[in-house]
């Protein structure tokens, strides 16, 4: 795994990949790179304009590159139902599903169209709801996986399941650990249950580490005319501590790609702190590692949106019959 980079990515020719958020940072360039490796490339994001200079702006960089966009809202699960339907009826299969778009640390407390905290329900109960609608589509994927983006902060993470949506109090910071927290427990439970089930999926997570990104700004700007103070602090940090947003795209490269990547793990930089470096294991708190929480998680999240694995096990063991 040492000086994993982006030419090492194996041939992707004839992969089929869906990519949240992918018009800027390290969804952008984790989407340049699976196009430039062959692979199809659908972008999930919210805005269409951005949407369409990202295609260009990869087709620029890789003649021939194969890439789409779909419009998707994670803040909305009608946004999140629709693009689910059109995905499953205009592709064979997903291969490759990664989770990637998030927004952090917004000042004040925002809710979705459906009344979940902003954090939440963007980085997390969107891409549960996304996940759960697309399954039978990556199951009938070629060795499938699904890579979720968490993130350092879900080390000061906790899921209060008595406040969930921080209606009783609310903290820009801990809403967005525990919104992490929640994405990388997810894809630790997915991917139990996928060999629990005898499901051909492989679900993993990784975090970029500091990369620079729009995400530094866009959340703690949300109600403010101008930058806040911890935007004025990273900046005064980022030359010393912090990596290029293609850089932070490499260890959701490898997990998605590397044949020696694994399933129930977390990749992340190997430097000081998991904030820079090569693509390496990375590590998992001990609170995240809780079993009991993951289910637990998964329950509240199949009660907030509706949705539930019945019928994707017979879906999948029908496929397998099928000559």
């Known amino acids: 795994m040492t000086d994993w980079m982006t030419k090492d990515i194996p041939d992707q020719t004839g992969c089929i990949a869906v990519i949240t958020g992918a018009t800027s940072g390290i969804g952008y360039e984790t989407a340049k790179a699976l196009a430039g490796a062959g692979a199809r490339v659908i972008i999930a994001s919210r805005n269409v304009e951005k949407g369409k200079q990202t295609l260009a702006d990869i087709r620029a960089a890789h003649t021939g590159a194969e890439v789409s966009f779909e419009p998707l809202d994670l803040a909305s699960l009608t946004s999140v139902a629709n693009c689910a339907t059109r995905l499953s009826a205009s592709l064979p299969r997903i291969d490759l599903l990664i989770n990637n778009a998030g ?41 499938p996986r699904i890579v979720t983006v968490s993130s350092l902060a879900h080390r000061s993470g906790k899921i209060n399941f008595d406040d969930l949506q921080c209606e009783q109090r609310y903290g820009y910071w801990s809403a967005y650990a525990q919104s992490k927290l929640a994405t990388l427990m997810f894809s630790l439970e997915l991917d139990r249950m996928a060999r629990a089930q005898g499901w051909n999926l492989r679900s993993n997570a990784a975090h970029p580490g500091y990369a620079v990104t729009g995400l530094q700004s866009t959340g703690p700007r949300m109600g403010r005319t101008g930058p806040s103070w911890q935007e004025r602090f990273s900046k005064l940090l980022e030359p010393l501590l912090s990596q290029s947003a293609a850089a932070g795209a490499l260890p959701t490269l490898f997990a998605a790609t590397s044949p020696d990547a694994k399933g129930g793990v977390m990749y992340g930089p190997d430097g000081f702190y998991e904030l820079k470096g090569s693509p390496a294991l990375a590590k998992i708190v001990p609170a995240a590692q809780d079993k009991a929480v993951w289910r637990r998680l998964w329950q509240v999240s199949e009660y907030l949106t509706g949705l539930s694995l019945d019928g994707v096990a017979e879906a999948s063991a029908e496929r397998k019959r099928q000559p």
């Open 103 to 143: 927004v952090m640390a917004i000042p004040t407390r925002h809710v979705t169209e459906d009344g979940f905290e902003m954090q939440l329900g963007a980085n997390y109960i969107g891409h549960f709801a996304l996940n759960l609608r697309l399954l039978p589509k990556v199951l009938s994927g070629n060795a």
